[in-house]
């Protein structure tokens, strides 16, 4: 059974940092694609990042040189690191996981219980 437990949300002011963690089990970790995903009040779950079992990461435009998607496959665990945060991100964070299984290719996807984010102006 697959689980995903993400922590480090919380209140911060505009212009700080957080780190969310999300450790995965269940799973073998360096063979999914993982991600974090937000749903800001009143929109819909919207992709922040990506990263790829290959290593390659992808960035909503908003977001790019401010926030860092990483692994740790020793810790099975994805981060996202958020610097210079502004009101504006403000939503619920959910990480993500994607398997890849057999032939032909069946995908199953995972979600975390998702953190709070709130940024201050």
């Known amino acids: 059974q697959v689980q995903l437990v993400e922590a480090g949300g919380g209140l911060v002011q505009a212009g700080g940092s957080l780190r969310l963690s999300c450790e995965v089990s269940g799973t073998i970790f360096e063979r999914n694609d993982l991600g974090w995903y937000r749903r800001a009040p009143g929109h819909q779950r919207d992709l922040v990042a990506t990263l790829s079992r290959g290593g390659s990461t992808n960035y909503e435009d908003s977001v790019k040189g401010r926030f860092t998607i990483s692994r740790d496959s020793a810790k099975n665990t994805v981060y996202l690191q958020m610097n210079s945060l502004k009101p504006e991100d403000t939503a619920v964070y959910y990480c993500?996981?994607?398997?890849?299984?057999?032939?032909?290719?069946?995908?199953?996807?995972?979600w975390g219980q998702g953190t709070q984010v709130t940024v201050s102006k």
């Open positions: 993500h996981v994607r398997e890849q299984i057999g032939r032909p290719i069946v995908f199953y996807d995972y």
